[in-house]
């Protein structure tokens, strides 16, 4: 009986091994430089461009087409197309609006292997969650302020849910309409939160920086513990060039409203080096 359990378990452990090694063989999708299995930070899902295929099998792997679905936590879902292995401007502008709780979700991907177009596999879909704040956070997202400012009357609105939008300086990258130049951006100073209510005043407190450099250089990320870019920032900033990135992330702020204080998160932005 015990050479039985003995063989009973082996027979387990070979089939446990052979089924993880074939999962290991097996290509999958990966999104952009992510590695582990998520949540994941904002600013991780925000620098990346493209999508790769990672496999264990000896052959390679290219993707030709794909769909991003962005399923917001409140609200309905979008739903994008892509030819090629890059993400497309609106998938990328898509991303820029994400906030804790939300899911993007990369499916009907397709793949030619060993560089043969005509050979083509479908890709199991691979879901990206992003995290969410811890629970002693005392800031709030401004998201929750635009859902709740729909449920009351607008005399009781408080400054905690008036919406505002972060700004880099003059700079509000989220204007398509507005060009900018790499001088204009080493230009400003300091990052500044508007909003069209007279009666509140935000500013910003805290904000990282983080650099995509369009070559194989890593990203640089540096904080600031107030609303000024630092020393060290505009340091950096001087040896950007044309088509590497700007995100500027995790940006709370805090408002003030007859003595009374609010704090927020505001939504990150991307400058992209013209």
């Known amino acids: 009986m015990k050479n039985l359990i003995t063989a009973f378990i082996l027979l387990v452990s070979v089939a446990c091994y052979a089924q993880e090694t074939s999962q290991d063989l097996n290509p999958r999708v990966v999104f952009g430089e992510l590695k582990h299995d998520g949540p994941y930070d904002r600013s991780e899902i925000l620098l990346q461009e493209r999508l790769s295929v990672s496999s264990g099998n000896g052959n390679q792997y290219k993707v030709v087409a794909f769909k991003m679905i ?3 936590k409140k609200g309905g879902a979008y739903l994008w197309s892509g030819k090629g292995e890059k993400l497309t401007p609106k998938m990328q502008t898509g991303l820029n609006k994400i906030e ?3 899911k993007i979700i990369i ?14 596999v479908e890709l199991e879909p691979i879901i990206l969650e992003i995290k969410t704040y811890e629970k002693d956070d005392p ?3 401004v998201s929750d302020y635009k859902t709740e400012i729909n449920n009351i009357p607008t005399s009781s609105k408080s400054p905690a849910i008036n919406y505002l939008e972060p700004r880099y300086g003059d700079i509000n990258p989220a204007d398509l309409s507005t060009e900018y130049t790499l001088e204009d951006i080493l230009a400003q100073t300091e990052l500044n939160a508007e909003t069209l209510d007279i009666e509140v005043t935000y500013t910003v407190t805290s904000f990282k920086m983080i650099l995509a450099f369009k070559n194989d ?16 920032m505009k340091e950096r900033l001087a040896k950007v060039k044309s088509g590497d990135r700007i995100l500027i992330e995790g940006i709370r702020a805090v408002a003030i409203y007859k003595g009374e204080e609010f704090k927020v998160n505001l939504s990150p932005m991307i400058l992209n080096i013209p």
């Open 100 to 102: 804790p709780g939300d």
């Open 107 to 120: 499916e009907s991907v397709l793949a030619s292997v060993n560089g043969d177009s005509l050979n083509l």
């Open 217 to 232: 250089d890593p990203p640089v990320m540096i904080s600031s513990g107030s609303n000024k870019i630092t020393t060290s």
């Open 139 to 141: 800031y709030i997202n």
């Open 70 to 72: 962005l399923a917001p």
